[in-house]
């Protein structure tokens, strides 16, 4: 596992490179979710390609279009997923550049079936807050390619933290928006996040061996393969903690929560709450434990096997 870098400190608004043809700035939204803030990386040497533009900023904004040097333009918006994070800024970059936005739908765009159906009875996301107005000038599909000048990437739709999550493969790097960070776990928060879905976009992004990742938020990814196996291996964790709990008799999600999150503060509780939920949903998929009387956040669960 790589620990968070206490030396990733980049400048706010600053174009720094990171790679030949590649920089990143920095987005003026530091939280405890976005860590630093958003990173935006422009990508090539004369039509450049925008990354996740990042939250509705003025700064930001004018940052970005600083950061266009002579004989350069913005000819592609990419954008990785629509939290209020990632994607809000891509229209009025849109609007100064005449560039189109690339996405791989709206908001609603990937859900599964089973979280359209917790969405329709008014489970409500969590966390990092939904762009509900995002919608791409050119939708992409899984393994759409787009070319620029002098630069190619490729789409995968990678799901889990959120149903609309595309990451982005150029040479031996991905562009990982939030499916996998350095610095933390990803969030998954039904019905926007996915644990079936994630899993497997970290088994899919893991089998391509990228070299390098480039995240979202924090510093670049090394090894990211031993990253997505650190993560596949601490949701299993979690997982075998629930079914564990689960030998005591039935539960309620908020009931897990408080027996497995044991020196967690109380007002973290619901987060804690939801992320369980995550991993109930996911048990239930694969008929390893039953909701009574069905599937919901307040649902009692029992063990199957």
């Not at 689960?246 to 007002?267: S, V």
Request: negative net charge; contains cysteine; aromatic residues 6%.
């Amino acid at each position: 596992m790589q620990d968070p870098d206490p030396d990733f400190a980049p400048l706010v608004g600053v174009a720094d490179v990171i790679a030949p043809g590649l920089r990143r700035v920095l987005a003026p939204n530091p939280s405890p979710m976005t860590h630093r803030g958003t990173n935006t990386y422009m990508l090539g040497e004369s039509g450049l390609a925008v990354i996740d533009p990042g939250p509705a900023d003025a700064r930001h904004l004018a940052a970005i279009l600083a950061a266009v040097g002579p004989g350069q333009h913005i000819s592609h918006i990419l954008v990785t997923h629509a939290h209020l994070d990632h994607s809000p800024l891509a229209r009025a970059l849109a609007q100064a550049t005449g560039a189109r936005v690339h996405g791989f739908g709206d908001a609603r765009a990937g859900r599964s079936a089973v979280m359209e159906t917790l969405a329709a009875t008014g489970l409500a996301g969590g966390g990092e807050g939904v762009d509900h107005s995002f919608a791409p000038d050119v939708v992409l599909a899984d393994g759409d390619s787009v070319t620029g000048d002098g630069w190619q990437v490729r789409a995968l739709h990678t799901p889990g933290h959120f149903g609309n999550h595309l990451s982005f493969l150029w040479q031996d790097a991905v562009f990982s928006g939030d499916l996998v960070m350095g610095w933390a776990t990803s969030l998954v928060s039904p019905p926007d996040g996915d644990l079936t879905d994630f899993m497997a976009s970290c088994r899919r992004v893991a089998a391509l061996a990228p070299r390098v990742a480039y995240a979202g938020h924090g510093a670049p990814i090394t090894d990211p393969v031993a990253r997505l196996d650190w993560l596949i291996a601490h949701r299993l964790g979690r997982e075998a903690e629930i079914l564990a709990a689960l030998d005591d008799g039935p539960a309620t999600a908020a009931d897990l929560a408080r027996r497995i999150y044991t020196t967690t503060p109380d007002a973290l509780i619901p987060a804690a709450t939801r992320n369980v939920f995550a991993h109930l949903i996911d048990l239930h998929g694969k008929s390893r434990v039953t909701a009574t009387p069905s599937l919901a956040v307040d649902a009692q669960f029992s063990r199957r096997d």
